[in-house]
């Protein structure tokens, strides 16, 4: 197992002690970087983007019994994760919405991603691309935070990315400095179901790895009959086969 791997099954076990200890804090997504820095949490825009990264792990949402007030947490992590779907044959299922497993891979299965935000009952897929270093594409439910109306799917899209790309769990192990080259969203209509896609490219400014400077990473946000669904992926952005699987996946989405 990669040391990326073992970093984001331990980020669940890490989330989960620190949420029970822990009941309140806020997340920035930062708006000056290069090193430690604060600012506001961005908004959601599709032409507008900071083209650094931030180097500062989510911290643990409020207990959710509590009444929230004031703006919603820019990054939100849902303490209360848990799976209870089960993967039919040659796919991974989450939140309602299920996928075809891209053949020809050898995928290895997990189910946590910690640190993709307002996820619930996900089902991952990752592949080795480099060395201590995965691909991964996921499903699962989309769940805001309690006491919040949820933003829409493209807000939700824009989200996910920046606050996976802006936490440094997924990425320090191997990557020491990253920026965001590019940020799109578009509207997009996959079996019935309308949504939006936000594609961001990641560049690692300083790494040790051999085989990709940077990664892809794509968010899709559906509205379903039971609830907003998430697919998510992190390519590598050299690795045009993958992304070709990708996109073909992206194609067998469903909701069930």
Request: hydrophobic fraction near 40%; charge should be negative.
């Amino acid at each position: 197992m990669s040391s990326r791997t073992k970093i984001l099954l331990a980020g669940a076990v890490a989330f989960a002690a620190v949420f029970a200890l822990i009941i309140g804090g806020t997340v920035a997504f930062l708006v000056l970087r290069g090193g430690a820095g604060g600012g506001d949490p961005p908004t959601a825009s599709a032409t507008s983007i900071d083209t650094t990264v931030p180097a500062t792990d989510p911290v643990p949402t409020p207990d959710p019994a509590i009444t929230p007030t004031g703006e919603a947490e820019f990054c939100w992590y849902n303490a209360e994760e848990k799976r209870t779907s089960v993967d039919p044959s040659g796919r991974i299922a989450g939140g309602g919405l299920q996928m075809a497993v891209p053949q020809g891979i050898d995928w290895q299965h997990q189910t946590s991603l910690p640190y993709v935000p307002a996820l619930d009952d996900v089902s991952v897929i990752t592949t080795p691309v480099d060395e201590n270093w995965v691909a991964l594409m996921a499903v699962g439910g989309v769940v805001w935070q309690p006491g919040y109306e949820f933003p829409g799917t493209e807000k939700a899209a824009q989200r996910v990315v920046d606050c996976f790309a802006g936490s440094s769990g997924p990425w320090d192990s191997m990557v020491s400095k990253r920026h965001v080259e590019s940020r799109t969203t578009e509207a997009v209509e996959i079996g019935g179901l309308s949504g939006h896609r936000t594609d961001a490219v990641l560049v690692f400014d300083q790494h040790k790895l051999t085989k990709t400077s940077g990664t892809i990473l794509t968010a899709i946000v559906l509205d379903a009959p039971d609830g907003p669904v998430l697919f998510f992926s992190d390519i590598p952005r050299e690795n045009t086969d993958l992304q070709a699987k990708r996109d073909a996946a992206i194609q067998t989405l469903v909701v069930v």
